[in-house]
């Protein structure tokens, strides 16, 4: 971890502080680029999936990353390895009513080389695609079935596999929604497929208890999202002829009404589960986070997050988790990309605007993504754009970045008692607040960045204001506060006369070591590392620093220093100096 130790000797003069401050936050788009886009005019879209695998061309493998788009008319199948984005293929719809508002919800989801594509849309089907190329014609896909699940329209909502996302051939298929299950209950529920014969599935079992609007299996385990009833159902479908209930929960919307749960999904490790709740009184649709760690009690509503910007009936729809992230489509705000690598306390850190607008709401834009490529895109389906029924599917890259955590100790600057209650507000990040407990001591996640914003205040003092470069990759940086009295106008006894660098301790060190330095008066400060050479390795720190005493803890691991001699330098308000240190393994 990246450790800054910082002490704040005095307050800097705070500035007022309105809503207008949100205009330096993070916005719509941000960590984010366009790699590539398609539009569907007059067609509006529906879900998306997405599809890898190697091909030969002319006798080279390369690879192939491939995207489904549904629309109103069919399905697209996309080659988005490349920016141009070619169709390959356009699967039709095959209702038996191709006007029916059922047209426009499809969902896709692959198992092996195979593509099965859902419908609400009477008479639809399950069709299946195979993606496996033909030997002469490498971008060559085709629809090979059409499955008929049962019920007399024939349509189901959503499907999943036991693989999750992944390609590779899983032998069971997870229909929910529409007609599956008629006569068995409710006829909405889950049908499990055996899909050994990809293009023929047999029907293994029925769990009919409720209306399943999606549902994802993680290690036999089915997780359900019942939107009708705002519950969420957890199915043992390890023997898949007997799914059998192991948990339910539920929860009520924060005001009046029960929210209605639209998808699921788990971390890796199966701790946390994540609902998206599309049904929901205004401006609570929310990700909600519940906390399995305990199977037999679950805490429902843990953590939530909501969109901070635009919009605040904006509402969420598809998550999913990819390692130490979620990635969510959020209708009129696009494609929202969240760290959860503490999932009590998420943190958006990326974001794309697919839709266009910054104010809008309701049941248009972004409706799915999909971020589990092996290139790490993403892609993400627009049901239609601002104002028209064109359907988009755009192809984003992210940056991978991850929150970082700031962190230390408020103190009186006076008496150097420790403050309780004292408040961290990160106003780069939509205002975010921490508390410092009965010792003082504060910690706020916020996302990466340079020179951000932080507030500290307390009863009694005066307000500081902090500018930080918040760390990458979930490093840490500690900085400890030092607040002025209200009452303490005289001179601090204690404040430092002139500039000073001063010669790191221990020295020889292996493999940590302290640099310290005072300053006279409020600064911008860069303190830099070079080898002997005079080339420079690091940039330690680049911020503006407060009058007074700090130190900086280098560590030679982080940077990968070897054995040998290296020089630090210090530049603040005119003032330069350098000094050497040895490092010994």
Known sequence: MFYIFLRRALATLFFSLTLSSLAFAQGFTYNTTLYGQRLYSNNRGSGCWGYSDTVVVNGVPRIRELAFFGCFNGTSIVDITTPTLRELAFIPTQSTNPTSSGNGWREIRTSGHYAYITTEASGGGLQIVDLLPDPTNPDSVRLVSKFNTGGSNNNQHNLGTSAGYAWEADHYIYLCGGQVTVGFGNSGGMAIYDVSNPTSPVLMSRYATRYVHDVYVKNDTAYLANINDGFVDIVDVSNKSNPVRIRTFTYPAPTTGDAGTHNVWVTDDSKFIFTTDEVAPSGQNILRVHDARDYNNIIVNAATYKSPVGSQSAVVHNAYVRGKHIIMSYYTQGVKIVDISEPLDPVEVGAYNTYGSTTASGYNGCWGVFPFYPSGKIIASDINGVGNSTG????????????????????????????????????????????????????????????????????????????????????SITIDVNLQPNTSDAPNPQRPQGFALHQNYPNPFNPTTIISYQLESPSVVKLELFDVMGRKLATLIDARQSVGAHQYTLNATQFALSSGTYFYRLTANGFTDTKRMMLLK
Do not use: H, M
């Open 392 to 475: 988009k599917l755009s192809v984003i890259e992210f940056n991978n970045a991850r929150a970082g955590t700031v962190r230390g100790i408020v103190k009186d600057a006076v008496t150097e008692q420790v403050i309780a209650g004292a408040q961290i507000r990160a106003i780069d990040y939509y205002n975010k607040t921490r508390v410092s407990n009965s010792e003082g001591f504060y910690r706020i996640r916020t996302v990466q960045g340079e020179n951000k914003r932080f507030v500290v205040s307390a009863s009694g003092y005066r307000t500081d204001t902090l500018r930080i470069n918040v760390p990458e990759n979930g490093d």
